[in-house]
């Protein structure tokens, strides 16, 4: 924090929240309208759903691209180029003929929107580490708490007014905004220490990046994590509207408190002094609230006993999204924009796998179904890492 001024301080960390905030912007704004639009596009749930499948991969396949590009060629460029994608696929979605058009467009909107998300970890890992990234990335997370509370309050007034296509414009516009905020921004990663080898030779990193055992720990931990809020976040329209009877725009209301969780979970994990007992302590916190939505499900089927730990499971997956993060970007510091690539791109993977899956069958037991399994998962590999640190207090005991 030191070799920036205070205002460039502050400007920098509103830059960094508003890139990772790029995840929660294309998926969740749109989200009260995801019941409406299958009657727009006179299509099914699932196709409907499927668009938040392919802005998800988008996502995804993204930051492999984008990621060791930025080791090459710098962060700004390809910000730059990212960008200018994400802006140029919004207009498209917009004027959609179809929904396997509109879904393609989304996947595209995904790819660009993926450079922000993977280079908002890349650009902070350049300028901090250990205790100081962690503290970095808890304030990103909670600038990024902002993003779902605001994005689905937003997308249901604004679908009530002009209907979904405003969400795109609005969607177009931040895009537009983060564009020139990349003008302003310094370049954070020095040509000296750039990838001198060819572009395909940035493959190769790929299987060193494997090589780091708790790299790939942390990164299915939070894959798994991904899994869990994805679950939620492709269900929570379906269950809280249809389910339970409420408005887009209740919705919208209840989903932006529940995203306060992500956000007070993320702060909450730096009074932890070690970030491995707090990916602990939030993966067992997912469990619980798992089990407890499980329990109100078949006891007391009405909103508030749903509403409750679902909460609790997004304080929770708070804790384990700022600590793994730290975890892994710290283990593959080496090669930053390819780690942050593998790391972010596991997360909208999972997403991508478990959202279409929420739609078979009954939507409450599928999803309860994908939060046991993934927030087990989650505990598991919580418990791994865990065990790590562990094991290395003991050698420095016996040493």
């Known amino acids: 924090m030191s070799q920036f001024s205070k205002k460039y301080y502050l400007f920098l960390i509103l830059f960094l929240g508003m ?4 995840g929660p912007f294309v998926t969740d704004m749109y989200l009260p309208t995801l019941p409406s639009m299958a009657e727009v596009f006179h299509t099914t749930t699932s196709l409907v759903q499927l668009g938040l499948a392919t802005s998800m991969l988008g996502l995804a396949v993204g930051q492999i691209f984008f990621g060791p590009l930025s080791d090459k060629y710098g962060r ?13 696929s919004t207009v498209a979605s917009i004027y959609s003929p179809s929904i396997e058009f509109f879904n393609f467009c989304r996947f595209l909107q995904g790819l660009g929107g993926s450079g922000g998300i993977v280079l908002s970890r890349s650009i902070a890992t350049d ?6 990234l962690a503290k970095t990335l808890a304030v990103i997370g ?6 779902p509370v605001t994005a689905p309050v937003i997308g249901g007034l ?7 296509q405003g969400i795109f414009w609005i969607l177009f516009g931040i895009g537009a905004v983060i564009l020139l905020m990349c003008m302003v921004f310094k370049e954070s990663h020095d040509k000296d220490k750039r990838h001198k080898g060819s572009v395909g030779s940035l493959l190769l990193k790929f299987p060193e990046i494997f090589r780091l055992k708790y790299f790939v720990v942390y990164t299915i931990l939070y894959a798994f994590t991904c899994g869990t809020l994805f679950s939620y976040i492709s269900s929570a329209s379906f269950i809280i509207q249809n389910h339970f009877g409420f408005s887009e725009l209740q919705f919208a209301i209840v989903f932006g408190v529940n995203a306060l969780g992500i956000g007070i979970g993320s702060a909450m994990s730096l009074k932890f002094r070690n970030m491995k007992n707090a990916a602990v302590f939030g993966a067992a916190g997912t469990v619980l609230a798992t089990a407890l ?20 499971m997004l304080v929770s997956i708070g804790f384990i999204l700022t600590s793994a993060t730290t975890l892994a970007m710290d283990e593959g510091r080496m090669m930053i924009g390819t780690a942050s690539a593998i790391f972010g791109a596991s997360g909208f993977l999972s997403g991508g796998i478990v959202s279409p899956l929420v739609g078979i069958g009954n939507i409450m037991t599928t999803t309860l179904i994908l939060l046991g399994i993934c927030s087990i998962g989650s505990l598991i590999f919580a418990f791994w890492a865990y065990r790590r640190s562990t094991g290395q207090q003991q050698a420095a005991t016996v040493s």
Do not use: D, H
């Open 293 to 312: 939505q499980v329990g109100a499900y078949i006891f007391l089927p009405s909103f508030w006993p749903y509403e409750i730990p679902t909460f609790l």
């Open 19 to 22: 890139l990772s905030a790029f």
């Open 142 to 147: 909670a600038v990024n708490g902002i993003a």
């Open 127 to 132: 300028c901090y580490s250990g205790r100081e």
């Open 158 to 164: 604004v679908s009530e007014a002009v209907g979904w």
């Open 76 to 88: 700004k460029a390809v910000l730059i180029s990212a960008m200018i994608l994400f802006a140029v």
